[in-house]
């Protein structure tokens, strides 16, 4: 009792990222009359079309309620990852093959993206291709990799690497696992410092970022013909030609048709003291990116400066101080049940974010009432999110191609589980879990 005591007791109820990094100010100025694009959200989709848009010429400015960043892209895991939430076999059925090897190569293109704009805006965050590695928490889930290797391998030219559970310590020093498969081509990076020199690289640009500038009310308008949108926010008005929405699950009801599409779902990640060197190389001797095969699923990774960080769905709805709060123990838990040399390790750092999912497990971009959208990346976002944000950017300059994931059907969840806290999210909490029972 006293030792648990001891471990959560300097804990911080704040975001270890946030320690690393000063997040960029906004601009003091006031906010232009007339845009070409508004944008509204400032994370890495948000972001990323803004640096796209004013590297291309065009006027953009980017309206953001808290400070730049805010939202999931500064508190999510780094984990820069290929692939999909859903089985290829699932997919194909549902989109058909051509279109699916689009979507996948689309996501290993992301992480390409990622990189180049890392390296050609110098952007000092810790990118690494350490590469992914999921593990296997039943038996049958292991028995599933091959087949599942076989088939990416066969469908999308990607190699992944089975570890039998006699190689796995060569991947990760925990005993509880059945096996697990690897992923080369992944990344990881520090996700403050990426959004923060996102935000800079799209400043140097040219682009205009208004921190603490809440859009509360959209609407089109006409002017000499032509439609234009009428942008009001808490700091003035603006108008735009073309609006980018890219406030993920933070969406509001200024936009309540998005909104309506979205589940927002609390994610919760601790952070240890820093480890000795040699405990954190028996903890994760490749410094990969780990998850595991459950639908309630834990995800893990070591800090650049060797904490131990794991995260997990603790709760089903958006993140409050009691959740964050309640969720530092129960993540304690679980990365004691896979790492029992972390039961004497201080945790100082625990809080919390809201991943968007759509309906279907899907990325979705298009367009909604007129406006520009990319949203739905369900825990996936950094490398996709930072993909279809220059898409859509390139959208709006002309260019032809458009994103494989651009209008595909976007079912709006049944009402309990839209956007809002409702008796429904936390059911859908138990239902993953029975899942996770069953299969
Ligand atoms: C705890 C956690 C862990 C995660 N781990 C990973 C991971 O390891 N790897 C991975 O790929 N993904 C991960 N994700 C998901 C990933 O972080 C998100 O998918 C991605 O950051 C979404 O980026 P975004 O730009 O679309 O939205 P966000 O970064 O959420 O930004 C949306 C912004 O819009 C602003 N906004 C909303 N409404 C308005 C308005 N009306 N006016 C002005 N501003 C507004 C919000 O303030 C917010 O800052 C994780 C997410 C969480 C929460």
Not at 94 to 118: F, L, N, P, T, W
Not at 329 to 357: A, K
Not at 364 to 390: C, E, K, N, P, W
């Amino acid at each position: 009792m006293i030792r648990r005591r001891q471990t959560i007791m300097a804990i911080q109820e704040k975001n270890y990222w946030l320690e690393t990094v000063s997040i960029p100010a906004g601009q003091s100025s006031r906010l232009p009359e007339k845009v070409d694009v508004a944008v509204v959200g400032s994370g890495v989709t948000g972001l990323s079309a803004a640096l796209t848009l004013a590297k291309r010429g065009l006027n953009v400015t980017v309206l953001e309620a808290e400070t730049l960043g805010w939202g999931a892209s500064s508190r999510n895991g780094g984990m820069v990852l290929t692939g999909m939430k859903l089985p290829t076999t699932t997919l194909i059925a549902r989109y058909g093959r051509e279109k699916v090897q689009r979507m996948y190569a689309a996501s290993v293109a992301s992480i390409d993206c990622v990189e180049q704009i890392v390296q050609q805006e110098a952007i000092d965050c810790n990118f690494s291709r350490c590469g992914h590695l999921e593990v296997a928490c039943k038996q049958a889930h292991f028995d599933g990799y091959a087949e599942s290797a076989a088939t990416i391998a066969r469908e999308f030219n990607h190699p992944l690497r089975i570890v039998p559970k006699s190689e796995l310590r060569a991947e990760i020093g925990s005993d509880i696992y059945y096996g697990g498969l690897v992923d080369e081509v992944s990344a990881g990076l520090n996700p403050a410092r990426y959004v923060a020199g996102l935000a800079s690289a799209a400043q140097r640009a040219g682009a205009q970022l208004f921190d603490h500038t809440r859009a509360e009310d959209i609407r089109s308008e006409s002017h000499n013909g032509t439609r234009q949108f009428r942008v009001r926010t808490s700091k003035g008005s603006l108008l735009a030609r073309e609006v980018i929405l890219a406030s993920g699950a933070y969406t509001t009801t200024v936009t309540p048709a998005l909104r309506r599409k979205i589940i927002p779902i609390g994610s919760y990640i601790i952070a240890t003291e820093v480890l000795r060197e040699e405990l954190a190389r028996e903890l994760s001797p490749k410094n990969r990116m780990i998850y595991d095969s459950k639908h309630f699923l834990y995800y893990y990774r070591l800090t650049p400066d060797r904490r131990m960080l794991f995260g997990g769905r603790a709760a089903f709805f958006p993140e409050t101080e009691n959740t964050v709060r309640q969720s530092a123990e129960i993540l304690r838990r679980g990365m004691v049940s896979v790492y029992p040399q972390l039961r004497d390790t201080r945790v100082e750092f625990v809080w919390g974010g809201t991943l968007d999912f759509a309906f279907d497990v899907m990325p979705h971009t298009g367009r909604i009432d007129g406006m520009y959208y990319s949203v739905g990346y369900a825990g996936h976002g950094v490398a996709i999110g930072t993909y279809l944000g220059t898409r859509i950017a390139g959208r709006i300059c002309g260019d032809a191609e458009s994103s494989p994931f651009d209008a595909i059907s976007f079912p709006t969840p049944p009402i309990g589980l839209r956007s809002g806290h409702t008796w429904a999210l936390p059911l859908a909490g138990v239902y993953y879990k029975f899942l996770d029972w069953v299969s």
